[in-house]
């Protein structure tokens, strides 16, 4: 059973702060990771992806993949109110259907 | 940009009801997904489809089925409508392979 987990939270962060966002999958042969973002009663939208070991930037989020240690990060720099809102992580082995976790829900207090 | 289209935002239906969800995206994907979504629950996948005419199930099949009949268009059927599932529906589409999946706005359903 291929598994991705995440840390429900709340993780509650100040505004201005960075947000850490952890995600562990099980499947070795995942190949692409995403980061989503879901504000409530909404549906998810995609914020990064990444392939490959070490960092990827944009703007004020970074993801980070270590596939020997079979885990993927979100750092979220100069932390918003409207970051807050619950962020999935959903990882790919191939032409599968993406594992997605329960997702973390981030509170960033004003 | 992709554009995945549902055909509900929001639905209330009788229990025992044949229910449509109707999904479009108009990027020529070929894979295409259908979700619900459950409070503590996160996303389960119920049918997938990764051609036209294709089918697979996904974790939670029972109770539903699926059509696509067109490429861009994938309906997710409830053939009988049961209070439990009562639920947020996504639908979702990508390329293929290990590529970005898009979802749509999802159909919110509250079955009676």
């Known amino acids: 059973q291929k598994e991705v987990e995440q840390n429900s939270g709340p993780l509650s962060v100040p505004e201005g702060a960075i947000a850490s966002l952890n995600c562990t999958y099980s499947d070795r042969g995942s190949q692409s990771f995403f980061w989503y973002r879901q504000y409530s009663g909404k549906s998810p939208e995609l914020i990064m992806s990444?392939?490959?070991?070490g960092d990827k930037e944009d703007g004020r989020f970074t993801a980070q993949l270590n596939k020997a240690s079979q885990y993927v990060s979100l750092l979220i720099r100069d932390s918003q109110p409207s970051d807050s809102a619950t962020y999935l992580c959903a990882v790919n082995a191939g032409n599968t259907p993406l594992v997605f976790g329960k997702g973390t829900r981030l509170s960033v207090i004003a | 940009d992709v554009k995945v289209t549902q055909s509900s935002r929001y639905l209330v239906k009788r229990t025992g009801e044949k229910v449509f969800l109707e999904c479009v995206q108009d990027?020529?994907?070929?894979?295409m997904f259908w979700y619900r979504q459950d409070p503590g629950l996160g996303l389960r996948l119920i049918y997938f489809s990764y051609d036209v005419k294709m089918k697979e199930k996904g974790d939670i099949p029972e109770g539903y089925s699926v059509s696509r009949e067109k490429k861009e268009r994938f309906s997710l059927i409830l053939e009988s409508a049961s209070t439990n599932q009562t639920s947020m529906y996504l639908c979702a589409s990508r390329t293929g392979g290990p590529e970005t999946q898009y979802f749509g706005p999802g159909t919110r359903l509250l079955v009676l």
């Open positions: 990444i392939y490959s070991n």
């Open positions: 990027m020529d994907h070929e894979n």
